[in-house]
């Protein structure tokens, strides 16, 4: 009988690429459970296989209990303390107590049950040995067979595993069918009870970044930086490149001889038109290359809110915009700024504007005349904030500002932001939240007299409204939040309409 266990374990070894401990231990395992079964009684068993013979040993056990515990409930494998040490003085709570058992032979019924648990731990194996491998490739570009489709979804074989390319991650219009050879970026790994789970992406702006590293040998070597891509999947994408060796024009050699590099990316991504941009240390020079072939004039930076105003000519104005505002939708993603395209009579009017609205802010706030605001604002001062806190020698450089004026304005604005502070809180303080407003899951008591200081009283209000309009609100910056917030006070919507079906 030994000879014959030493043989499967060998047999199952080879067969299925599994340790032979594991499958020990998978013998070990079901002759247990077959001796628990051969008994009336319910009992707890160990074998113990000698993996130098093949032969076994089986024992009966009870786990010992304290005396102070709670009454034996399994009594056939659980044994007080103090009758366990009538056996055993030096045994401990928690430990086994075992006596020999006589073996089960190893029949048919032990064997198939032993390979149903070879089986489950060779699967666990295998996704162990999956998760591990491809978590080392999450953020790489994988190539995959369209095995079959799923209500819209596609199953790619990767060879040693399969991955999930959801249509929502699928380029629009692209018409994969059963056999196609296909690139995509694994994008996560998750292990499932029914398997690891790999998600793909063909719509991801870095699959445009990895495509580029194969198709252009001086991208793959690092010779080119790609610094980032945006797309709008399908029909246009922008990707930005440099290089610090003089003798490598890294347009040149991403767009290829004849367009042969760029037009091989295109290809793979169903036709998207991409546009390569030179990428410049300089956010503004940046932002002017990302939006050719439009000419810009001029541009505003504001970093604070990091965005730019871009001034073109009216006749660049649609050019710079780009179709349904494509072109700069895909600056501005390449970039990280937001960018406000307009003309130049349009910034003039913009500038006019806001420099009129801080005169009136700073005659006001701080008891000023008007010549004093006017050459703040024209000065570049725009809010109270920045009189307060900029540093003392920049206000003493405007002309005709002595030490003791800008001592004076600099003690005004800290008064006129303490009492506007005051004012806000005692404002929230009064705001009454209704009560299911205040009750709701995720609300907090401050939170909610801040949304009603805002005129958002009632769940219902919450519902309504958008992420972009809570966070325009001072002192709301937790955008995950306030999407959580929102989902829950729409809750009440979806259950009504299941009702309805």
């Not at 690429?17 to 459970?33: P, S, W």
């Not at 709670?70 to 056939?76: L, M, N, V």
């Not at 890294?250 to 169903?270: D, F, K, T, W, Y």
Request: a negative charge; glycine letters at 6%.
């Amino acid at each position: 009988m030994g000879s014959e266990v030493l043989l499967m374990v060998d047999a199952l070894s080879r067969d299925k690429g599994v340790d032979k401990e594991v499958i020990f231990q998978a013998i070990e395992a079901a002759l247990a459970t077959a001796t628990r079964k051969r008994h009336k009684d319910e009992i707890d068993a160990r074998v113990a296989v000698h993996q130098d013979t093949g032969e076994y040993d089986t024992f009966r056990r009870w786990e010992v209990l304290a005396d102070d515990s709670e009454e034996i409930e399994f009594p056939g494998r659980q044994l007080a303390l103090s009758q366990a040490r009538e056996r055993d003085p030096n045994i401990e709570a928690g430990e086994f107590i075992e006596e020999p058992l006589e073996a089960v032979v190893f029949g048919r019924i032990a064997a198939q049950a032993a390979k149903q648990v070879i089986l489950q731990k060779v699967r666990e194996a295998e996704r162990e040995q999956t998760v591990r491998q491809y978590q080392e490739r999450k953020g790489q570009m994988v190539t995959g067979v369209v095995k079959r489709m799923e209500r819209g979804d596609v199953i790619i074989d990767l060879g040693d595993a399969e991955a999930l390319l959801s249509k929502t991650k699928m380029v629009p219009r692209e018409g994969l069918r059963p056999g196609d050879r296909v690139r995509a970026y694994l994008e996560d790994v998750e292990s499932v009870p029914r398997g690891p789970q790999l998600f793909l992406s063909r719509t991801a702006p870095n699959l445009l970044i990895e495509l580029f590293k194969l198709e252009v040998p001086e991208a793959g070597e690092g010779l080119i930086d790609i610094h980032a891509a945006a797309r709008d999947p399908g029909l246009r994408a922008k990707v930005a490149v440099s290089t610090n060796d003089p003798r490598i024009d890294p347009i040149g050699a991403c767009v290829g001889m004849r367009g042969s590099r760029v037009q091989s990316v295109s290809n793979e991504l169903a036709g998207e038109r991409v546009d390569i941009i030179q990428w410049a240390e300089d956010p503004a020079q940046f932002v002017i290359n990302a939006l050719a072939p439009a000419e810009v004039l001029s541009i505003m930076v504001d970093e604070e809110l990091n965005s730019m105003d871009v001034m073109v000519d009216e006749m660049q104005l649609s050019q710079a915009i780009g179709r349904g505002g494509q072109n700069v939708r895909l600056a501005s993603e390449l970039t990280g700024w937001e960018l406000n395209i307009m003309t130049e009579e349009a910034a003039t009017t913009k500038t006019t504007s806001e420099a009129a609205s801080a005169v009136q802010l700073f005659m006001q706030q701080l008891d000023v005349d008007e010549e004093v605001a006017t050459i703040l604002a024209q000065e570049g001062f725009t809010n109270l904030d920045e009189i307060a806190y900029v540093p003392k020698q920049e206000l003493l450089t405007v002309e005709g500002f002595d030490e003791g004026l800008v001592d004076e304005l600099r003690n005004r604005a800290h008064d006129a932001l303490l009492t506007n502070a005051i004012v806000v809180e005692e404002k929230i303080s009064l705001a009454q939240p209704d009560a299911d407003l205040l009750e709701m899951e995720g609300m907090d008591e401050h939170t909610a007299h801040l949304f009603a200081s805002h005129d958002i009283k009632t769940r219902e209000e919450l519902a309504e409204q958008s992420i972009d309009e809570l966070m325009e609100i001072e002192g709301i910056d937790d955008e995950e939040r306030m999407k959580q917030l929102i989902m829950t006070a729409r809750k009440p919507w979806f259950e009504n309409q299941d009702e309805a079906k």
